[in-house]
């Protein structure tokens, strides 16, 4: 068997994955290998809502989603003019206890310089005609919040990273992580590169990836849903991404008038190899509802597709972005619950200056992600709802 060897070994080309090794490239790493099983963004990077919001749950999320939002407006401006825009999120509600919480959650966003602010129904009206406001109790506009395409930034960092000179080993039978003597392996069709450093930016394939490596790590990956719709009168690609807390539906503009809607998310854990991939009639319904009792102005709405995709829960809901405690050199960058497309810029750069030998300071800038704080132990733990105003530390949450 033919041997190569590299600088680093990218294991998974989603947005992540690309990100990654395209940081890695700009540090100055010489041969930097990625590999793909089937081709970028073909994972859950490609069935993601591409909502990116600075309304999330602590500072770390709050700063890894700012860095992301700029290098992603970066990325559009090179060559990518569809990767990229602002049009803002807001949230709501109608139930007393969560618009206490909502409040709560806007004063701090605020504390830490977020541009978020609480708005009346008539601002609501006026941006979201379509939206019934008349029992609402708090509304949390950003207007800054911006949406993204996932694929096509996931290409956008393939483009840049291939000019750096990342070699992208796509339609790659999946292999495995082996380690052994400071090096890490990665064998296919007859060939085994090794690296003294492998990074598992797999998604869904991460638990499985690690736990072959004899590293695991406590991941549950999970099933959740989307669907594009057409509007009657057409939604202005201008309109704002929003989250329903009473229904826990989100959904942002599409081109052409459409509407990208979902929920969905399911409670167990799921095979990201056996998983039904379309949508649940349960879930279309429930959208169904929702529209009709919020949003009655698209309540017509039509139906194009719906679809599943496998996102990673971790057991407090903050991702597993660092070195992997015991086996030097092998890193992981997973686990976003979810949110991976609104972090993965951030999270890769602040990776990249850590396996690039950044020391303490680079080493800080991911302590609330590493994966140590879970060193030998793997919790038992359920997958929990999207859009959330806290993160896992209450189990309600």
């Not at 379309?278 to 709405?301: I, M, N």
């Amino acid at each position: 068997m033919a041997v190569e060897h590299a600088d680093a070994l990218v294991i998974g080309v989603g947005v992540s994955g690309a990100a990654v090794a395209y940081h890695l490239a700009r540090r100055g790493f010489r041969r930097v290998i990625a590999f793909e099983a089937l081709t970028p963004a073909a994972g859950a990077t490609g069935r993601a809502a591409g909502i990116v919001s600075e309304q999330l749950w602590d500072r770390w999320d709050v700063e890894v989603v700012r860095e992301s939002k700029a290098e992603y407006a970066v990325l559009a401006a090179r060559g990518a003019p569809g990767a990229y825009r602002t049009n803002g999120f807001v949230r709501w509600t109608s139930d007393d206890a969560v618009a206490d919480a909502l409040r709560e959650r806007v004063a701090e966003l605020r504390s830490w310089g977020v541009d978020v602010r609480s708005i009346e129904p008539s601002e609501l009206s006026r941006l979201l005609p379509a939206v019934r406001t008349d029992d609402l109790l708090e509304i949390a506009y950003a207007p800054t919040d911006a949406v993204v395409a996932p694929s096509t930034l996931a290409e956008a960092y393939v483009t840049e990273g291939r000019r750096l000179g990342v070699e992208w080993r796509l339609v790659s039978p999946v292999g495995k992580v082996l380690g052994g003597s400071g090096s890490w392996s990665w064998s296919i069709r007859g060939t085994t590169y090794t690296s003294p450093v492998a990074i598992v930016a797999a998604g869904a394939w991460s638990k499985q990836l690690l736990q072959a490596s004899g590293f695991p790590l406590p991941l549950a990956p999970y099933r959740t849903q989307a669907a594009v719709l057409t509007v009657p009168d057409g939604v202005p690609e201008s309109a704002p991404s929003f989250d329903d807390l009473d229904s826990d539906v989100y959904a942002r503009p599409e081109e052409n008038g459409r509407l990208l809607a979902g929920d969905g998310t399911e409670r167990v854990e799921a095979d990201p190899a056996t998983f039904v991939p379309t949508g649940d009639p349960e879930f279309v319904a429930h959208l169904a509802e929702s529209f009709q009792e919020r949003l009655p102005g698209w309540a017509e709405a039509k139906l194009v597709r719906a679809w599943a995709g496998v996102c990673v829960a971790t057991p407090d809901r903050r991702a597993l972005v660092g070195p992997v405690a015991g086996a030097p050199g092998l890193y992981t960058i997973t686990g976003f619950n979810g949110f991976g497309v609104m972090r993965a810029g951030g999270a890769a750069a602040r990776l990249a200056e850590v396996i690039a030998g950044g020391g303490e300071a680079a080493a800080a800038r991911l302590a609330t992600v590493s994966p140590a704080r879970f060193s030998g132990r793997l919790p038992s733990f359920t997958p929990h709802d999207g859009f959330t105003l806290q993160a896992g530390d209450d189990p309600e949450f």
